[in-house]
C-alpha cells in the first residue's frame, strides 16, 4: 500500500498540458524529502525524469518539470506528445515505516 | 556507460527462495547503493531494500514489509549485488528491478536501472 497518492489517470490533447499531483503527508513529502519522478512504459524499466523535486537528468526534454509545496509535489508535461504516453510515478523517503523510500500510486498519462 | 544487468527469470514454487543477481559496470559500484524494487503484474512499484558496500562496509535498509524474508548481498570483486527472497508466496510474483542509487540527490531509488528479471511464484 503506497503512502503517496496520485490520480489514476490523466488525459490532454497533443500540446495541452497537463499535470500529475503526488500526495503525500508530514513523515515523507512535508517532512522535507526531496521528490522523485519516474517515467514507465509498458515493458520496460522505469527512468528517472525528475530528481531533487526540479532537477532534469541529462536528455529529459525541458517540457517536463517537477515542483513541491508542503506535503504535495508535482509533475506538468507542456506540449503533450504522443510519446509521452507512459506510466508515471512519484517516489519519496519516508521517516515513520523505519526509514523506507516510498512510492506513489502511479499515474497513467493518455494523449487523446 | 553505466550498466546494469540482471539475471533470468525464475519459476519457483510457494515456500522456496529464489535469488536475483544484478552485475554493474560503467561506475566504480561501491560508490553507490544500489536499490531493489519490485512490480507485481498490473501493479505499481514498491521499494524492497537498499545496499551500500561503501569504503569496504556493507549497509542494508529493507522495507519492512519483505524484511523477515529477504537478504540483499554485494560480491565487490565481481561487481555483483544479489537479492535473496525466502518463503515465496503467489503475491511474491513480480518483476525485479534494480537501480543505481542516484548521483545528485538523496534517498533516489535510481538513476540507472536493470532490464528487470521475472519471477514466478506456482504451485
Known amino acids: 500500500q503506497s503512502v503517496l497518492t496520485q490520480p489514476p489517470s490523466v488525459s490532454g490533447a497533443p500540446g495541452q498540458r497537463v499535470t500529475i499531483s503526488c500526495t503525500g503527508s508530514?513523515?515523507?513529502?512535508?517532512?522535507?524529502?526531496?521528490v522523485h519522478w519516474y517515467q514507465q512504459f509498458p515493458g520496460t524499466a522505469p527512468k528517472l525524469l525528475i530528481y531533487g523535486n526540479i532537477n532534469r537528468p541529462s536528455g529529459v526534454p525541458d517540457r517536463f518539470s517537477g515542483s513541491k509545496s508542503g506535503t504535495s509535489a508535482s509533475l506538468a508535461i507542456t506540449g503533450l506528445q504522443a510519446e509521452d504516453e507512459a506510466d508515471y510515478y512519484c517516489q519519496s523517503y519516508d521517516g515513520s515505516l523505519s526509514g523506507s523510500y516510498v512510492f506513489g500510486t502511479g499515474t497513467k498519462v493518455t494523449v487523446l | 556507460q553505466v550498466y546494469l544487468v540482471q539475471s533470468g527469470p525464475e519459476v519457483k514454487k510457494p515456500g522456496a527462495s529464489v535469488k536475483v543477481s544484478c552485475k554493474a559496470s560503467g561506475y566504480t559500484f561501491t560508490n553507490f547503493g544500489l536499490n531493489w524494487v519490485r512490480q507485481a503484474p498490473g501493479q505499481g512499484l514498491e521499494w524492497m531494500g537498499w545496499?551500500?558496500?561503501?569504503?569496504?562496509?556493507?549497509?542494508?535498509n529493507y522495507a519492512q514489509k519483505v524484511r523477515d524474508r529477504v537478504t540483499m548481498t554485494t560480491d565487490t570483486s565481481t561487481r555483483t549485488a544479489y537479492m535473496e527472497l525466502r518463503s515465496l508466496r503467489s503475491d511474491d510474483t513480480a518483476m525485479y528491478y534494480c537501480?543505481?542509487?542516484?548521483?545528485?540527490?538523496?534517498?533516489?531509488?535510481?538513476?540507472?536501472w536493470g532490464q528487470g528479471s521475472l519471477v514466478i511464484v506456482s504451485s
Open positions: 508530514s513523515s515523507n513529502i512535508g517532512a522535507g524529502y526531496d
Open positions: 545496499i551500500s558496500a561503501y569504503n569496504g562496509y556493507t549497509s542494508t
Open positions: 537501480a543505481r542509487s542516484c548521483s545528485s540527490t538523496t534517498y533516489c531509488s535510481g538513476d540507472f
